[in-house]
């Protein structure tokens, strides 16, 4: 059998509660996981991203929040008009309460916890504690190289934990600092729903999944969905750099925020294929 290695892009384009999408690609093929921004953006920050011809072959939609999927009716008619039909997976949970004005062509219906294969894409769909009916992260291996996108969640899991200790990047929810939340400006019930455990993650339980899950083939970690009111990346990398300080990796793992307004630069990881 002969190996031979092929770099893996990982290119966050958005993040944040005002849309998210990532693009995972080995210049053979290739996926967008989430469209919670208008495709313009998600079209022009991948061309500003120098992946302009990079393929995608699928678009991964985690749950039905607008800042998910926002995009999915309108860039699938875009990726169609520019030469190929693209699937677009999610949960029948995710597709029930999409709403339907976003609703993409082409939808192919996954289940939690069951891998598939977008050509030579292993995709696994990872069940998240989130307030929606089914949602899910992923993780996307090429070759010997896991990527991970976790982010909408309310707790860390040990099946998440599990999942990122193999990963050579991931891009990890950081969203809320604990007393910034408290003492911010949200209602009452809607901070209740962020602390809750079907909300998202603050920074000290982002920390307890990374201390769980961070394994020796991680080069990189992008800290994502970062509340514009209730963080700072301050504070959300303070966070990370200690856990990482902690296993002796800080200086080893190239660790970063991703942007709500502009594409980050590419991260590159080789994987090793057969
Ligand atoms: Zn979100
Ligand atoms: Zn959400």
Redesign the pocket.
Same mark, same amino acid.
């Given at each position: 059998m002969t190996l031979f290695t092929r770099d893996v892009t990982v290119c966050v384009l958005s993040s944040g509660s005002a849309g998210n999408a990532t693009y995972i690609g080995d210049g053979r093929a290739g996926v967008l996981v989430d469209c919670g921004v208008a495709t313009k953006q998600i079209l022009g920050r991948l061309e500003a991203a120098g992946l302009v011809d990079a393929p995608i072959d699928a678009v991964l939609l985690? =749950?039905e929040?607008k800042? =998910?999927v926002g995009a999915a009716g309108v860039l699938s008619r875009a990726l169609r008009k520019r030469g190929k039909a693209v699937p677009f997976y999610c949960t029948a949970g995710t597709r029930d309460g999409m709403d339907p004005r976003c609703c993409p062509d082409g939808l192919e219906i996954i289940e939690a916890g069951t891998p598939f294969r977008v050509r030579h894409l292993i995709v696994e769909p990872l069940p998240v504690p989130?307030?929606?009916r089914d949602?899910v992260s992923y993780r996307v291996i090429v070759g010997d190289a896991p990527v991970a996108v976790v982010?909408?969640l309310g707790k860390p899991t040990a099946l998440l934990a599990r999942a990122l200790r193999e990963c050579r990047a991931a891009v990890l929810e950081f969203n809320h600092d604990e007393d910034m939340l408290w003492n911010g400006p949200y209602p009452y019930h809607l901070k209740q729903r962020i602390r809750g455990n079907h909300g =998202?993650l603050s920074n000290t339980q982002a920390a307890q999944l990374l201390a769980d899950g961070l394994g020796p083939r991680l080069d990189h970690l992008i800290l994502a969905h970062l509340s514009e009111e209730n963080n700072t990346p301050q504070k959300a990398m303070s966070s990370a750099r200690t856990v990482l300080d902690g296993a002796g990796v800080l200086g080893r793992v190239n660790l970063q925020c991703a942007l709500q307004h502009a594409a980050l630069a590419p991260v590159i990881v080789a994987a090793r294929v057969c």
């Open positions: 985690t =749950h929040h800042d =998910h989130h307030d929606v949602p982010t909408d =998202h």
